[in-house]
């Protein structure tokens, strides 16, 4: 499997969108698996705060959020496909939590680098809201203030697949892409 750190290959398909879906851990280790994505950076964006750091941005007070920077080409995954992913693997009706986790840095979000992208993210967005009869609360929003975060939570998963959080937590998570989306799934 591809690491996610490796630098994407330029090409005119290759693409950039953020998510935010709570524990960036747990949406990396999905988005690694995923056919046709470069790479996947777990970060921080859309807060006050110039180069934060996870202590900071754990305190509530940058205003940011955990999310993972995904690089994908373009012409063998696209955005709506992305986002399907994104709406199954975590619940987008819970305000700033995701599971035990809580506080603004879990808020569910779309962050675009590209405008042409919110027709797409809006139009996934309504008909998850509809399906989920107007309970969302997935912000989308242009991407601020990025920063990717600290080296160790990079790959977080893959090297600590038995830490008490990733087992109970990130695995059963990957557990359902992998049932839901069997077609989606890297080769190994």
């Not at 690491?3 to 953020?18: A, G």
């Amino acid at each position: 499997m591809q690491t996610s750190t490796l630098p994407p290959q330029p090409s005119p398909s290759t693409r950039v969108i953020t998510l935010g879906g709570g524990c960036f851990w747990c949406t990396e280790a999905v988005f690694v698996r995923v056919k046709g994505v470069l790479t996947v950076t777990s970060g921080y964006s859309n807060g006050l705060t110039v180069k934060p750091s996870y202590e900071q941005v754990c305190s509530g007070r940058t205003g940011h959020n955990e999310v993972v920077q995904i690089t994908y080409d373009a012409h063998q995954i696209s955005l709506r496909e992305l986002l399907e992913i994104f709406f199954v693997i975590h619940d987008p009706t819970t305000l700033n939590r995701q599971g035990n986790d809580a506080g603004t840095q879990y808020r569910s979000g779309i962050y675009w680098s590209d405008e042409a992208d919110t027709a797409v993210a809006q139009q996934v967005l309504d008909e998850v809201n509809q399906h989920l009869s107007g309970r969302v609360v997935t912000e989308l929003l242009p991407l601020s203030n990025y920063w990717a975060a600290e080296d160790y939570h990079q790959d977080y998963f893959a090297q600590n697949p038995n830490q008490g959080y990733c087992a109970f937590v990130v695995a059963p998570k990957v557990q359902k892409f992998l049932n839901t989306f069997t077609d989606k799934v890297r080769d190994a």
